[in-house]
């Protein structure tokens, strides 16, 4: 029934938007693979959402281009890029039914009238909105309004999907409920869909890749895997992750007797961690360490003061401290741990990363 | 948890109203405010009716003896102005033909500058609607001379094009500002998604957000109205002698030197002009309210 051919690369060449003297995006750089989901992430005002609406053409680009395949579409109006886009605020015209709503971007091109009915159609099915066609936005509850909204982009047939934040207007359940129905509906249509959140689950749950950006500019581009697990910079890691990933500011001491991180609080061997570049004796440095890798464990060397308990059900959030150090950790539900209890923690090495203070790389 | 019980099922009726001396004290100055102002109504309409002789007794307040419309129908059909006979009839048939085009030309137009200084900004979008809004401070009797030289040179002096055009530059400013503000209250992302969905220009504006715009619409219609059917000034000016609007010529009659006063024709054909902007409230003032109110809401 569809065309799986529909899809493309999207690429940003130094691209620059400023707003007056307010540089939002600052030449930048992203490769977009045909068929990927690229997710950007941000916190608000990084710049993510201006950089959809540049790829949207609902932006002017100050300096550099945009490419969608082979044509240069950085002076093209929206509707000549092949692009269709889903907005935060569903954006449906309210005095149309779902019906017009759906058809008002064909009628606009001229589609003819039976083509029209048949694509209108075919999103319903997809969309399951079938025996919404007759009504108008107002009389829709939230979740169908979106899917009214994702349903427009369908009919049009384009090449790339643009999402500003789609789910962000829903709440938890239904969010959970159409996320999953985006990722189904990118595996049936292989087109290229560019997503935009704030929310890192939705981030880590539907990406290919994630582009991390701040003040303009990307962190980091990697799978949900490498964000996670390998965050180029301190913002990146801080930003990804619930709760967020401890910081501990220390120096690092190179003896005969192995390399080790101090803090005063703490101290423990680094000798597996393998550096991006090697870390000097006496290097200041900030360790960053996910909660689930700091474990309560009777033989570790680490004295932890449990403060309090966070029951999430499946796990537990430990908040406490070590001196004066602050640290979370995440255990087994099952565990026996009891606030204002004094427990031995100790560290996994696979889970540690280690930042410059100043530049906040990774190191 | 015993609270449920009663709190689940609230009472209906409303709270007791309490008349306390403030309300009354409110209410009292409310209702001589609006006796002052219908006062003027009243005498107007049973002036009107009265014949001359009744008139001339002096009651002016009082009650008519015989209702009589006779001066209705000399007002609308043969009362004199200067040498024609015809009555405010003529006049009410220029209004009209004023009014209609008019109205569309004006409303159209404002719509489109607030559209296009809400979603097509442009560089100095800012000093341009800075512009217009002076536009409404300047007091029109300043602009009157130069308007009536550049008209004559495009041949529009004196002519119904001419006035249309007059009233549309008149309303320009008062019309954008309203669109204006109405357009900034509704999401811009419904206008990215019809730029998305390929309208351009104009098909967004009127595939879109012409069919949102029903209550600014109603309020613009209302003000265009009122505004355009009370100009006295500017048709006297620029309609020429074919377009005496309704008020123009309710003046003529009013004032025509001829004979004694006709003060119950007067008051008739005074009524008759004053006719359409009165229905226009009469019938629209609560969506006037709730339009002017719209800006305010979220919508």
């Known amino acids: ?363 | 948890m015993t609270m449920t019980q009663s709190t689940s099922t609230p009472s209906l009726k409303k709270p007791r109203t309490i008349i306390s001396k403030e309300r009354i004290a409110i209410y009292l100055f409310l209702i001589i405010c609006s006796l002052f102002f219908l006062l003027p109504l009243y005498i107007v309409l049973i002036t009107s009716l009265k014949t001359m002789p009744e008139i001339r007794m002096g009651n002016i307040m009082s009650w008519p003896e015989t209702w009589n419309t006779d001066a209705w129908v000399k007002a609308w059909s043969t009362a004199c102005t200067g040498l024609q006979c015809e009555g405010v009839s003529v006049g009410f048939w220029n209004s009209i033909k004023i009014l209609i085009p008019s109205l569309f030309v004006s409303i159209l137009s404002g719509a489109i500058c607030g559209y296009v200084l809400s979603y097509w900004r442009f560089k100095g979008a800012e000093l341009f609607f800075g512009i217009i809004l002076f536009g409404a401070f300047i007091p029109y009797q300043a602009l009157i001379y130069p308007m009536i030289k550049i008209f004559a040179t495009f041949g529009l002096y004196g002519t119904l094009p001419g006035i249309i055009l007059v009233h549309t530059i008149f309303g320009l400013p008062i019309m954008t500002l309203i669109f204006r503000n109405y357009y900034s209250t509704l999401p811009s992302e419904i206008f990215k998604a019809a730029r998305v969905d390929g309208a351009g220009f104009f098909g967004v504006f009127f595939h879109v957000l012409l069919p949102m715009s029903t209550p600014i619409l109603i309020v613009a219609v209302i003000l265009q109205v009122t505004g355009i059917w009370n100009d006295f000034l500017l048709g006297l000016i620029f309609g020429g002698r074919e377009n005496m609007p309704m008020t123009v010529q309710l003046n003529n009659i009013v004032n025509t030197a001829r004979g004694a006063k006709e003060y119950n024709v007067n008051m008739a054909a005074t009524f008759l002009t004053a006719m359409v902007p009165l229905l226009v409230y009469f019938f629209s003032g609560r969506w006037f309210v709730r339009g002017i109110a719209a800006g305010a809401v979220k919508g």
């Open chain 1, 1 to 363: 029934m569809q065309n799986n051919t529909n899809t493309a690369h999207v690429s940003a060449k130094d691209l620059s938007v400023s707003f007056g003297k307010v540089d939002v995006l600052k030449k930048l750089n992203l490769e977009i693979n045909k068929g990927e989901f690229l997710v950007l992430l941000g916190a608000s005002g990084c710049g993510k959402s201006t950089l959809l609406n540049t790829f949207a053409g609902l932006q002017e680009a100050t300096d550099g281009d945009v490419w969608i395949d082979d044509r240069n579409v950085t002076f093209m109006e929206p509707k000549d890029r092949g692009i269709a886009m889903v907005f935060q605020s569903y954006a449906l015209y309210p005095k149309m039914t779902v019906r017009g709503n759906l058809s008002f971007g064909l009628k606009m091109n001229k589609t003819p009238k039976d083509k029209i009915n048949e694509l209108v159609a075919y999103a319903a099915r997809v969309l399951q909105i079938e025996n919404l066609l007759d009504r108008k936005p107002g009389e829709l509850s939230g979740g169908q309004r979106q899917r009214v909204a994702i349903g427009r982009a369908l009919v049009r047939k384009a090449d790339v999907f643009l999402f500003d934040e789609p789910l962000s207007n829903l709440d938890a359940k239904l969010r959970s409920e159409l996320r999953v129905e985006l990722k189904r509906l990118h595996e049936e249509l292989g087109a290229t869909m560019i997503y935009v959140t704030h929310d890192q689950v939705e981030a880590l749950t539907l990406a290919d890749r994630i582009a991390v950006m701040k003040a303009g500019v990307i962190q980091q581009l990697g799978t949900p895997d490498q964000i996670y697990k390998e965050p180029a910079t301190r913002y990146v890691a801080q930003f990804v992750g619930m709760p967020s990933m401890n910081f501990v500011t220390g120096k690092i001491i190179n003896t005969s007797g192995g390399t080790y991180f101090e803090n005063g609080d703490i101290k423990f061997s680094i000798d597996e961690y393998i550096s991006k570049q090697p870390l000097r004796d006496g290097q200041t440095v900030e360790l960053g360490i996910r909660p689930e890798h700091v474990v309560l464990d009777t033989d570790g060397s680490t004295t932890f003061n449990v403060d309090i308990i966070e029951k999430l059900g499946s796990e537990l959030i430990v908040w406490g401290k070590v001196g004066s150090t602050s640290l979370t950790l995440r255990a087994e539900p099952e565990s026996s741990v009891a606030s204002k209890e004094v427990r031995k923690i100790s560290f996994k090495i696979s889970g540690l990363n280690f930042f410059d203070p100043e530049t906040g790389l990774r190191l």
